[in-house]
């Protein structure tokens, strides 16, 4: 969070942007102040640490560079690469047996009808199967109006 409303303007500033009243107000507001030299002291670690070839150790640093392009990358073996076609094989081998051989068988399914009864007073049930397999109950009410 910050301390200072000029705290965004002050660090814009330092990193090079060019903007009034700045200079102004760090040497009057303490906390901006402080909020620069944390910055200059950030800028400072970061150029000392930054690591660096001189010239006596360019020669054997470019050295290394050359030995390491120069040298193949370890290879997998052929394990791994028969493994991959063999896997692959397989693959394409399940998926055209898959599709070559129809698929599954289509889906039946049939109506069972155990029992029926009705506790309506003067009506009676039917059942009967029709040529398709369509199992049909029919209530017939013999008591006149239902309404």
């Known amino acids: 969070m910050r301390s ?8 814009q500033w330092f990193d090079g942007r060019r903007i009034s009243g700045v200079e102004e107000h760090v040497a009057a507001c303490g906390a901006c102040r402080k909020s620069l ?11 000392r ?5 001189s010239d006596a150790q360019f020669g054997a640093f470019y050295a290394g560079i050359r030995e390491r392009a120069e040298t193949p990358a370890p290879g997998h073996g052929r394990a791994w690469a028969f493994a991959s076609l063999g896997l692959a094989a397989l693959i394409a081998a399940g998926s055209t047996f898959a599709i070559l051989s129809g698929g599954p ?3 039946t399914a049939e109506t069972v009808v155990e029992s029926y009864s ?4 003067d009506a009676t049930v039917e059942y ?3 040529e398709d397999g369509t199992a049909t109950l029919q209530v ?4 006149g109006d239902m309404w």
Do not use: F, I, N
């Not at 200072?4 to 660090?11: F, S």
């Not at 640490?49 to 070839?53: D, L, Q």
């Not at 017939?140 to 008591?143: E, S």
């Open 118 to 121: 009705t506790d309506l007073q």
């Open 4 to 11: 200072c409303r000029w705290e965004k303007r002050v660090e």
């Open 128 to 130: 009967y199967r029709a």
């Open 140 to 143: 017939h009410y013999t008591g």
């Open 49 to 53: 640490s930054r690591p660096g070839v």
């Open 105 to 107: 068988r289509a889906a």
């Open 37 to 47: 030299e944390t910055l200059q002291l950030m800028r400072q670690g970061a150029e």
